[in-house]
């Protein structure tokens, strides 16, 4: 993982210390609520239903066993007791006061985090695949790139005040995981025909009111030059980016109005025009980047043994947890394991601090002290010796961490939606936990499932790249839930379609059902349920969920 | 209204001059970009140093071939939220190398200031709050950057580069 | 229910610690509902611009009106949002 040195800890101090005076001045009255919004959101601070909201930033999605033991620290000194993780890779925590985040900030500079541009129009956290670094797909390691672009975009002055906030996601594998389509910007290392490595570049994608995925603007870019057209990127959206309609604001309206071949022009013009020196990135600057995330240790770890052999004969959840939730590593004899954060009838990606304190507990003894957090609201332990995998395993159940849902229907992506969040028209947390309890039974017959729950139009629960997609929309002062089929966040990424009239909050799990059962009747040779849906279409859905009653 | 210039509060020693207002004997004028573009072969002969007051939506490049005669070009903040003015100082400092005043005015806050002066403007026309508020100590809040900017600190991502080529040379 | 029960209260977010705070009768602010001054809309608009004046700082943050009734002594709001705001969360 990335260390802070003295620059980093310096910047970090000077950060929190501009930020305590901000506070100061704010409750002092020398500054405006006006004036203050966009510096508390340039630090995650959000003004929610029934307190502030800090969203924490973990850089594309990587922690140490500190840095969880702190988040768990804060649960329980300054909120109460529990945190949710997004689907942005971060953590956020709801029952927060104003007078309070100055001492959570200088709490978290003290682990090297903070909360600076989780919110606000600028960068937002690069994200990543939560597999990085272990992965058998891996073509190269994206998290020194993001740990470079992280660097770079924090408190970048020409980009702090942009249209409106840019999101960055970075993919190294041959299976995208980081929903990389629909990102402001996306990044894909490819290989090129000289076997060098370097990136696709896209642009324009995004979720919200006008869902789009990215396209790409450069086929490949070389290492070298990823900061500066990156930068180029950026200074034809800051200038050019609508300013007059929030909801047109974003680069995918600026791509979708110019079309992609005139945004590749302007943005390659001013590329070229541009002194590339600047933000060249030689080989030593990566090389020294890429010393804080070593591959694994190829040496592999013993064959399953006795212990592991036992454990799946006698005991049936381990072998199901294992099939489910645990993914090859590329170094033989260890696993990736998913932390379902879904058991279902609980809040989706909540997590409480006793359970974030045995994580890093689990990472230490087993893990390499290393955890991640997915953008679907999981946890992950990046390597785990398949031997010790019983062990891990027992743990995680004590504390219910272990429901083997990873991908079946019960792991439910939900946004904390009218619940919690001042932006929300309907709830999405009950309807995710009565859709959770109600499909878990069947899911194993199910297979893959993804169903992701937005609160609003924000889509802060990614619904138009769920397999099944539910919007909450206000209708006469009744939750309703608008149903989209058939998207998909992976690298064949598709936008989910509407099917019909939204539908009442209590019916949505005869819905759910009944498009379950429909899709179980027809699919054919292994067919997920995006397969399935492309070749079916809309109308065998639409039928049997609107068929008069 | 007060003025901040090199960081430090001064007078305003510019007449900023009106569309239709006529040109007084002043050794230190600045006009509108659209005056600018309908007067300029004419502005261009006057003894005094020109100024061009540059909209935000304005690229500029415009102004490149008039950067020598140019004493001052002020750019807008016209909500302290429209960044637009951020890219077309560091264009004018930078790319274009201009030399003179490059003043933001419109609504410029304290919390601005340090990225403004990063992206090249040395000049910031503040409400009267700024000077019984000490918005100076803005400039002084941060010493760490991590990008490169218009100005001259040298940005973290530099530092280690060359800390990186002694430690990879040495070996 | 008559539309003419349905009154105005002005509520807002209390800036220390953001918790929803209803505009009380003597001109304070109290985190209970049921503390909350109701008025007939024709005088609503007053009521709001009177919470919103004084020095600054105001003890909360972006005051607004919203529609609420008095039911056996305790004050009720009318949209689900309003009630989660009042109540907490429903899960």
Redesign the interface.
């Known amino acids: 993982m990335y260390r802070y ?1 003295s ?2 800890t ?2 970090i101090a ?2 929190v ?2 930020y305590r005076d ?1 506070v100061r ?6 500054l ?2 006006e ?1 203050f919004r ?2 508390r959101l340039m630090n995650g601070l959000y ?6 909201m800090l969203r924490i930033a973990i850089p594309y999605g990587t922690l140490s066993s500190r840095q969880l033991r702190q988040l768990g620290h804060i649960a329980r000194t300054w909120d109460r007791g529990f945190g949710h993780f997004t689907t942005r890779q971060n953590i956020q925590f709801h029952w ?4 309070e985040t100055p001492d959570i900030l200088a709490a978290l500079a003290e682990v090297e985090m903070h909360a600076i541009q989780t919110s606000g ?1 600028s960068f937002r956290n690069t994200t990543t695949d939560p597999f990085a670094g272990a992965a058998i797909d891996e073509i190269e390691d994206p998290r020194p790139y993001c740990e ?1 672009i992280r ?12 249209p409106r906030k840019f999101k960055i996601a970075v993919s190294g594998a041959a299976n995208d995981r980081a929903a990389v389509r629909v990102h402001d910007i996306g990044l894909y290392l490819r290989r090129n025909a000289a076997g060098e490595v370097g990136f696709e570049v896209l642009v324009g994608g995004g979720l919200g009111r006008t869902p789009i995925l990215a396209e790409t603007i450069r086929d490949f870019i070389p290492k070298r030059d990823l900061l500066s057209y990156i930068e180029a990127i950026l ?1 034809i959206y ?2 050019y980016g609508r ?1 007059d309609n929030l909801y047109k604001s974003r680069i995918k309206i600026l791509v979708q109005s110019l079309g992609i071949a005139r945004m590749r022009d302007e943005v390659e013009a001013e590329w070229t ?3 590339h020196a ?2 060249a990135l ?1 080989d ?2 990566i ?2 980047m890429a010393q804080f995330f070593p591959p694994p240790d190829p040496a592999p770890a013993p064959a399953d043994d006795d212990g592991f052999g036992a454990a799946l004969e006698t005991e049936p959840g381990f072998a199901r947890w294992v099939e489910q939730n645990t993914a090859p590593h590329k170094v033989r004899g260890h696993a990736i394991v998913t932390i379902s954060l879904k058991e279902p009838g609980l ?1 989706p990606g909540d997590c409480t601090a006793e359970q974030m304190d045995l994580v890093a507990d689990l990472a230490d003894r087993y893990g390499q002290g290393e955890i991640r957090v997915t953008h679907e609201q999981n946890l992950v332990l990046p390597q785990i010796r398949r031997v010790d995998l019983p062990s891990v395993w027992r743990a995680l159940g004590a504390a219910r961490l272990a429901t083997a849902n990873v991908a079946l229907a019960s792991n439910i992506i939900a946004c904390p939606g ?3 969040c001042g932006l ?1 028209n309907a ?1 999405s ?2 309807v995710a ?1 009565r859709l959770a309890v109600a499909l878990a039974p069947r899911e194993r017959e199910i297979g893959d499932l993804q169903i992701k729950i937005s609160g609003c139009i924000n889509a802060c629960g990614h619904h138009h790249v769920g397999h099944i997609g539910l919007l909450g929309v206000d209708k006469n ?1 009744e ?1 309703f839930y608008q149903i989209t089929l058939g998207g998909s966040a992976d690298a064949n990424a598709a936008l989910g379609a509407i099917v019909g009239p939204a539908v009442k909050s209590e019916d949505v799990v005869h819905s759910v059902d009944t498009i379950v059962d429909v899709y179980l009747k027809l699919r054919t040779g292994g067919e997920r349920f995006p397969e399935t849906y492309r070749r079916v279409g809309n109308k065998p859905f639409k039928d049997a969920l609107y068929a008069a009653h | 209204m007060p003025l901040i210039r090199n960081e430090r509060f001064v007078m305003d020693t510019w007449r900023h001059l009106a569309d239709d207002e006529g040109v007084p004997d002043a050794p230190r004028l600045s006009v509108s970009y659209v005056r600018w573009i309908e007067q300029r072969n004419a502005l261009a002969m006057l003894p005094a140093s020109l100024g061009v007051r540059l909209p935000n939506d304005v690229s500029p490049q415009k102004l490149a071939p008039d950067l020598g005669r140019l004493g001052l070009i002020v750019l807008t903040f016209p909500r302290f939220t429209d960044g637009r003015a951020y890219s077309q100082a560091r264009l004018l400092r930078g790319r274009l190398g201009f030399a003179g005043e490059l003043r933001a005015e419109g609504e410029v806050l304290r919390d601005q200031l340090l990225f403004m002066r990063r992206c090249g403007f040395d000049a910031f026309t503040v409400s009267e709050r700024a000077v019984a508020e000490d918005w100076l100590a803005a400039f002084r809040e941060f010493d760490v950057f991590y990008q490169p900017a218009e100005d001259r600190e040298m940005p973290v991502l530099r530092r280690r580069l060359e800390a990186a080529r002694r430690h990879f040379t040495v070996a | 229910m008559a539309e003419s029960d349905v009154k105005r209260i002005v509520t807002a977010n209390r800036l220390r610690d953001g918790i929803p705070v209803y505009r009380t009768l003597d001109g304070g602010w109290s985190a209970a509902i049921d503390d909350a001054r109701l008025v007939v809309e024709e005088e609503s608009e007053a009521l709001l611009a009177e919470a919103q004046s004084g020095p600054p700082p105001l003890p909360v943050v972006a005051p607004y009106l919203i529609e609420a009734r008095r039911v056996e002594g305790k004050v009720r709001p009318l949209t689900l949002r309003e009630v989660i705001r009042a109540f907490g969360p429903t899960i």
């Open positions: 040195d620059f980093d310096r910047f000077e950060r210390a501009q901000q001045r704010r409750l002092a009255g020398q405006t609520e004036e966009p510096l003004l929610q239903l029934h307190a502030y927060i006061k104003l007078e129009n470079i660097q770079w975009s924090t408190l970048h002055p020409e980009f702090s005040f942009l200074r800051n200038q300013r025009a541009m002194d600047a933000l030689p030593e600057a090389a020294e809040t009218l619940d919690y929300a709830r947390i009950p936990q002062g939750e």
